[in-house]
């Protein structure tokens, strides 16, 4: 009998989520306190997006669940999640000690992904997991993270179609 894994569950309820949900933003909110809750590596999830308008672009805290954050707002050329956001690349950080562009968030994070969201080809924003655990995203969190950044960008070329 097939054995169905945290991940593939925690895949269909973010996919259930994404076909209920009203707006981007209620999607965010309810993908976040989901991650947070099912997946118990994920001990912070958090959207940033960029800024309608800014220049130089800057990225702001949405929807997260975890602790507040120093980091509300990061520009491109700053930390892992300026340089997700810039190559509009996954980066996946097994230790986070180790990489000098990293951005403290909690003394407690050891690694991160981040996974940029586009709208129609581009870059809008990314979603942001810390773990208190190192090497906590293998290819298979790598995948879950990334089916939850499309649909999120599905849901906003929807809404700005
Ligand atoms: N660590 C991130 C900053 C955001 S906090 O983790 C929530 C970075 O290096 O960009």
Not at 23 to 45: C, E, F, I, P
Request: proline fraction near 4%.
């Amino acid at each position: 009998m097939a054995v169905t894994t945290r991940i593939e569950e925690v895949r269909n309820e973010v996919s259930t989520l994404a076909q209920a949900a009203v707006t981007a933003d209620d999607l965010m909110q309810r993908m976040v306190k989901l991650l947070h809750h099912r997946m118990l590596k994920y001990n912070w999830v958090g959207f940033y997006m960029l800024e309608p308008g800014a220049q130089p672009p800057v990225l702001v805290l949405g929807a997260f669940e975890g602790a507040m954050t120093p980091h509300t707002r990061i520009p491109l050329h700053q930390g892992i999640c300026g340089a997700a956001a810039s190559s509009g690349q996954t980066v996946v950080v097994d230790d986070v000690s180790k990489d000098s562009r990293y951005l403290a968030c909690s003394l407690e994070t050891k690694s991160e992904i981040v996974v940029p969201v586009f709208i129609h080809g581009l870059v809008a924003g990314e979603l942001d997991i810390d773990s208190h655990f190192a090497a906590a995203f293998a290819a298979a969190d790598q995948e879950l993270v990334q089916h939850c950044a499309a649909l999120v960008g599905k849901k906003l070329e929807g809404s700005r179609a």
